[in-house]
């Protein structure tokens, strides 16, 4: 095998016997160090756009339900930067039991709902670490597109990143052949436990870079890495809770988020930081404004309904838990009767808190339109870019 290639701060690329050059990343942390000085503006500015979202978090009457929301609209648009059609209304229809009519690829970002909520449930009782992340991988891959390439286990042959039915000799990138894989995510891991000198934003934005270069599995490594930011915020105590999904920044700039990726294997790591860095403060100040637009909807809504008795506020709250509905899940949600059900639903219409979204006479479903588009919206159209 011929050594003598390309290196940089990152690491090496290296020709393979078959013709082509996998990249060999260096261990971490990236050496010559990564400039703080330079970083250091943005990681104060992310650093207060992070705990004014907590505080305002924290004022919510039930922050789960919140972080339930965000964890639906993280799974959406990670998926969606990796193809998906389905939007945030499709995986609640789907919550609800209403799969009729919807995207083929629900059920995946389904399984991506359920994966990071694995992960944040497993943080209570195992570290961080490879096992954690081979969990998350299996569960984010069960039962669908894809599902037949070794959910859960690091990959064990060449893996290539390029447009859609590229071969390798076409990719856009080669991760490190899988006889590399053992070291790399052995020293992954031993950084992801490290404090460092490294702020945790800096931590966490490098260890992304590092995965995605990496690449351990045969797919799903995009919205796997994109998690792992997420659970690493949690892990190390930036987030009090996990409010803080990047999918929306790096959807609306999927060019940038790729090409700042491909830098960092020429040595670049200041510019994907930047980009990084940016990524989390807008982010936070979204997620602020939005959590701040619902203390002001909830208040104003359930003063609406103050008219109507206990039972009409009691489905206001739980229309946070659960925005699109039918009168079973009504019912049973309340414990009352189906006619109960059903006119406590007619109030809320009435109240234009409701909306009717099939225009069937039998079998209807209910939307909660004001909250479910404090998440949705401002979701725009992207070009078909690179597979993984």
Known sequence: MDQAARQSRSGRYVNQLTGYRAFVPTELPPEPPVDL?????????????????????????????FVAMYVRREAVLSSQIEGTQSSLDDVLSFQLGEPGG??????????????????????????????????????????????ERTPGEFRTSQNWIGTAGAHLDEASFVPPPPHELTRLLGDLERFLHEAGPLPLLVHAGVAHAQFETIHPFLDGNGRVGRL??????????????????LSYFLKRHR????????????????????????????????????????????EDHRRDLEDLGPNAIRLMDRLFEQPVV?????????????????????????????????????????????YVDLFA????????????
């Open 37 to 65: 000085a330079r970083l250091s503006p943005l990681v104060s500015a992310a650093d207060q756009a992070i705990g004014r979202l907590d505080g305002v978090a924290r004022m919510l009457p039930n922050p789960d339900l």
């Open 326 to 370: 039918n009168v079973a899940w009504v019912q049973k949600a309340l414990g009352v009767s189906w006619p109960t059900a059903n006119k406590l639903i007619t109030q809320l219409m009435d109240r234009a808190l409701l909306a009717e979204v099939t225009g069937h006479r039998r079998n209807r479903v209910f939307r909660y339109a004001a």
């Open 102 to 147: 919807l995207p083929r690829d629900v059920d995946e970002v389904v399984n991506h709902v359920a994966a990071m909520n694995h992960g944040l449930r497993r943080l209570d009782t195992l570290p961080l670490s490879l096992r954690l992340i081979r969990e998350i991988h299996g569960v984010l891959m069960s039962g669908v597109r894809g599902s």
């Open 377 to 388: 919206e401002r979701e725009p159209d992207l070009s078909a870019g690179p597979t993984s």
């Open 228 to 245: 792992l930011i997420t659970l690493l915020l949690v892990h190390g105590g930036v987030l009090e809770r996990p409010v803080l999904y």
């Open 255 to 298: 060019a940038e988020y790729y090409d700042r990726l491909m830098a960092v294997r020429d040595g670049d790591w200041e510019g994907w930081l930047d980009f990084f860095l940016r990524g989390v403060a807008e982010t936070s100040r979204d997620a602020t404004s939005t959590a701040a637009s619902i203390l002001v909807m909830r």
